[in-house]
């Protein structure tokens, strides 16, 4: 099922929590909404549940707009962040909930109920564990029965409400991978919100990034990564030094080092940012330009096969962050104290005005 | 959150019964009695309520009440306290025992205490033979409020004492305090709230308490009556303008408590949000 | 090098304070709670089991036994469907005057109950439009049991909603929109999900509100015109028996009203027991 959001926007009282939302989910894709707390993304989600009333804009499924149609007859399967699992209720009855509580014309005979509750927990790997209680199980466990609840009624589409967030670190990769797999093979159209832009990139078909009730950006998590169209999005997923300075004729003038934007050939005399991931800064122990920015480094720590160096310029008083792979950290033979000098290989220039409003 | 347009069913439906119910057992009644008292008139209202026997039985009222607030709020604490911190052999049927004067009914209480403490009683004999008479005096009147209040400031303070963080002693230990500070300024004024609010309780309690109180007093005019029996008293000679002048005084006493304890909770609750 | 001198002496002196502390609990609660509750026991059969067996299957005695009970049957479920109804509107919707709402709720706590039976002779007084309505309708509610009904709903209409609101705060919602989602209707959702989540604090409030609807004494006393056999509660025949100085019929009567409380209490106990043992299974 595909799913359209037209010009949906969301206030509680005085305070705007959507702004004029449009957004297209194609059928069998799998989606995430990312951003921090705050930015609308669980709003939109309930939304599209039909947990949050639309007031104003339209939402449709396969081109059916079900502003009326209320939450229990809407063929989605919801997966709730804290899992909203029945207590009181072993974990077959907790999956078997939806088709238990059909009109008897539509419900399944018990014994189709059952098979189908076993081959859920099947799925989700919890066979043995169909009379435990919710309270008997661990937290990835009872995020499996959440989802196998959910997925029982045949839903045409999942939406899961940071299904990751309360896990531990390990639980939640494993989790993670195994919800990828789950969606292949099902391929059942899934939107899922996310804070963590890890989790995001790792799973997701397309990245929604979401900031104060807007959409900053849709794309593949390559695009939104690799080219972030707003100084938010730079700063939200991943690492990024700022460089604070003037354009002039097509050049960031920082002061004591010019830096290319070519973006900006007409702009003149405006002050600009210059965005630039750290594995996007190249680091020399002599000086090979005057347009080397110098840095004292202050810290060096390794994560992995990637270096980490933190260094204060000398110029104005601001911290570099620059990521080195091990080979070429080896080569530099970089040491704390040392004055370097580095210069960016790929930098996108903000101009303030654009994202202040 | 939220705002009216809800997924969950039943708002319209479990509102217009809670104020249907509301109105009909609450608001309308209570209603009337202010209707009735301005009935009186103020010079009319004024007499009553400043009588001689009135003012008497409202001082008797208040200072029991007062008293066996007090009471309640140092063996309340002692109680929860020994309760929260210490494990001893029966420890169970004494917590469970703390709600005896809330499930007892009252007339039962009344009629207990004045036999036990009247000066030929299990009790009243000892303390009638080194000359203090328990029964028919204020004093019993306070006996009976206590054993009324009892509960209300145990149960305020025990949750408070078993959600203090044991890790803030720790700390307040280590930085050199002695027992005694560490009860004075660090668990004193985390209690502080949850017994106001206790001790508000059982003195609201024990102004309006009728039933425990009525046998143990005596109910001798200017010496033992209670304000609650005036009103039964004006009501008995069918005075119900006089009765309701009473009432609307300890209304406006009550009303004032329930504020203190909502001011109480309400400055608690931002107390702790503030520390999250 | 202070400390581990010193740590004996601490020890010490720590359980001496614990045994002071526990003592003078005791003593208090002895004295309080435990010598008043044995004392009705005893004076109940101090002139022997027929006397005291006499005294309750009095013919005033039953009567007030079923009045009593009638009045439980009518009030607690009453309550009951008030409670769920407020707890669930507060709980789990936003609007406005809901702290009114709630002071509203508790209000009969805060009024005396004397008061509380006179707002109700005032109510239905013959002087008032209600009242002379009904008078010409020839239904007495003043000094008849619907008097005593009404008054004893008023005294214990918090009792149910009050436990229910704390517990159903920190419920959410969560679970009862996971079952909306997944179909079911709002009857379904309440019976299959609602109410098995708060069926214990129900049952307590429940308890409480039945305990105090039988002890009720002040504001029954007002609005019952204490007609022996007719309109005669519990409590109230106890106050006769009192009165007329049948102590031991008195005492008979209130032990059996003890032997309630008790009970309640035991009940009061063994939910808590559940609650917390779900908690910690938790």
Redesign the interface.
């Known amino acids: 099922m595909s799913i359209e959001i037209r010009d949906v926007t969301k206030h509680y009282g005085s305070f705007q929590a959507l702004k004029n939302i449009n957004l297209t989910i194609s059928k069998g894709e799998l989606v995430a909404l990312l951003g921090p707390s705050g930015s609308g993304k669980t709003t939109l989600l309930r939304m599209i549940a039909g947990l949050e009333s639309v007031e104003e804009g339209s939402i449709s499924f396969d081109g059916k707009d079900l502003s009326t149609v209320h939450v229990n007859q809407r063929d989605v399967g919801f997966v709730f962040q804290h899992y909203a699992l029945f207590k009181h209720m072993t974990v077959f009855d907790n999956v078997a909930f939806g088709l238990n509580i059909r009109k008897k014309s539509l419900r399944p005979s018990k014994q189709e109920i059952e098979k189908k509750v076993h081959e859920l927990l099947e799925l989700v790997k919890l066979s043995g564990f169909a009379h435990r209680y919710p309270s008997q199980l661990s937290g990835g466990q009872r995020q499996r029965v959440a989802l196998a609840r959910a997925l029982a009624v045949e839903p045409k589409m999942l939406l899961l409400d940071e299904p990751f967030g309360a896990l531990d670190a390990k639980v939640r990769k494993e989790l993670r991978r195994w919800l990828r797999k789950l969606h292949n093979e099902m391929h059942i159209t899934s939107v899922f919100v996310t804070h963590d832009q890890e989790e995001a990139l790792d799973v997701a078909d397309r990245i929604v990034i979401m900031n104060k009730g807007k959409i900053e950006q849709v794309g593949t998590p390559s695009e939104v990564y690799d080219k972030p169209v707003s100084p938010f999005v730079y700063d939200f997923l991943g690492n990024v030094n700022l460089f604070h300075g003037r354009l002039q004729q097509g050049k960031l003038n920082l002061g004591s080092a010019q830096l290319d934007a070519p973006d900006y050939i007409d702009k003149d005399e405006t002050d600009a940012v210059g965005y630039v991931r750290p594995h996007h800064l190249t680091v020399e122990r002599v000086r090979q330009s005057k347009d080397e920015i110098a840095a004292k480094i202050t810290f060096m720590h390794s994560i992995g096969p990637t270096w980490h160096i933190e260094m204060r310029r000398e110029d104005i008083d601001a911290y570099v962050e620059v990521e080195l792979s091990k080979e070429e950290f080896m080569q530099l033979d970089l040491k704390v104290g040392e004055i370097v000098y580095v210069s960016p290989k790929e930098m996108k220039v903000f101009i303030p005005e654009d994202f202040i409003i | 959150?939220?705002?009216?347009?809800?997924?969950?069913?039943?708002?319209g439906?479990?509102?217009g019964?809670?104020?249907l119910?509301?109105s009909l057992?609450?608001?309308?009644?209570?209603s009337?009695?202010f209707i009735?008292s301005s009935k009186l008139g103020w010079v009319d209202f004024w007499k009553v309520v400043t009588s001689e026997r009135v003012v008497h039985a409202y001082k008797i009222s208040f200072i029991t009440a007062f008293a066996a607030a007090l009471f309640n709020g140092v063996?309340g604490l002692?109680?929860a306290?020994?309760l929260v911190r210490?494990s001893?052999p029966g420890k169970?049927l004494?917590?469970?025992?703390?709600?005896?004067?809330?499930?007892?009914?009252?007339?039962?209480?009344?009629?207990?205490?004045t036999?036990?403490y009247a000066k030929d009683g299990?009790?009243g004999q000892w303390f009638s033979a080194i000359g203090i008479k328990i029964s028919f005096t204020p004093i019993g009147i306070t006996l009976a409020l206590?054993?009324i209040g009892?509960p209300f400031v145990v149960r305020m303070v025990q949750p408070v004492l078993e959600g203090l963080e044991r890790e803030v002693e720790e700390a307040a230990s280590s930085l050199g305090a002695t027992?005694g500070q560490i009860f004075r300024k660090i668990i004193f004024p985390e209690v502080l709230p949850a017994l106001l609010a206790g001790f508000s309780l059982a003195f609201?309690?024990g102004?309006?308490?009728?039933?425990s109180v009525v046998?143990i007093a005596g109910n001798m005019p200017m010496k033992t009556e209670i304000?609650?029996?005036m009103?039964?008293t004006k009501?008995e000679q069918f005075d119900?303008a006089g009765?309701?002048a009473i009432?609307v005084v300890?209304?406006v006493v009550?009303?004032i408590?329930?504020i203190f304890i909502?001011f109480l909770q309400k400055w608690s609750q931002k107390h702790v949000l503030q520390e999250e | 090098m202070e400390k581990s001198n010193n740590s004996g002496r601490v020890k010490g002196q720590k359980s001496a304070v614990k045994g002071v502390l526990i003592s003078l609990m005791l003593l208090y609660l002895t004295l309080f709670l435990l010598v008043p509750l044995i004392f009705i026991f005893v004076k109940a059969f101090e002139q022997g089991t027929a006397v005291y067996f006499a005294a309750i299957t009095d013919s005033d005695a039953l009567s007030a036994i079923k009045l009593t009970l009638l009045v439980v049957i009518i009030t607690v479920p009453l309550n009951t469907v008030f409670g769920i109804a407020a707890a669930w509107c507060i709980t789990k919707f936003q609007f406005r005057g809901k702290q009114l709402l709630l002071s509203l709720i508790e209000l009969p706590f805060a009024i005396s109950p004397v008061i509380a039976g006179l707002i109700f002779i005032l109510f239905f007084s013959p002087r008032g439009a209600l009242g002379s309505l009904l008078m010409d309708w020839g239904i007495k509610i003043i000094f008849s049991v619907p008097g005593i009904i009404i008054v004893t709903m008023f005294v214990t209409l918090p009792f149910i909603a009050r436990e229910l609101i704390p517990i159903m705060q920190t419920q959410g919602k969560a679970e009862e929109e996971a079952a909306i989602s997944l179909g079911a209707s709002g009857w379904k959702m309440f019976m299959l999900v609602t109410l098995p989540t708060i069926k214990w604090g129900l049952l307590y409030g429940m308890i409480l509100c039945s305990a105090r609807a039988i002890g009720e004494f002040g504001a029954v006393s007002v609005v019952s015109g204490r007609i022996r056999g007719m309109t005669n509660t519990m409590p109230l025949h106890v106050e006769i028996l009192y009165n007329e100085y049948q102590f031991s019929a008195a005492f008979a009567v209130a032990s059996l009203m003890s032997l309630l409380a008790l009970v309640t209490l035991s009940i009061k106990s063994f939910i808590e027991y559940k609650t917390e043992k779900q908690q910690v299974g938790e």
């Open positions: 959150m939220k705002k009216k347009k809800n997924v969950l069913p039943g708002f439906l479990s509102m019964i809670t104020t119910y509301l057992f609450i608001l309308i009644p209570l009337m009695i009735e063996f002692l109680i306290w020994v210490y001893f169970r004494i917590d469970g025992l703390i709600d005896l004067p809330f499930a007892l009914p009252t007339a039962v209480a009344g009629i207990a205490l036999t036990l299990w009790i206590m054993f009892l027992k609201a309690r102004l309006g308490e009728y039933g046998f304000a609650p029996l009103i039964m009501l119900y009765a309701t009432a300890m209304l009550s009303f408590c329930l909502n």
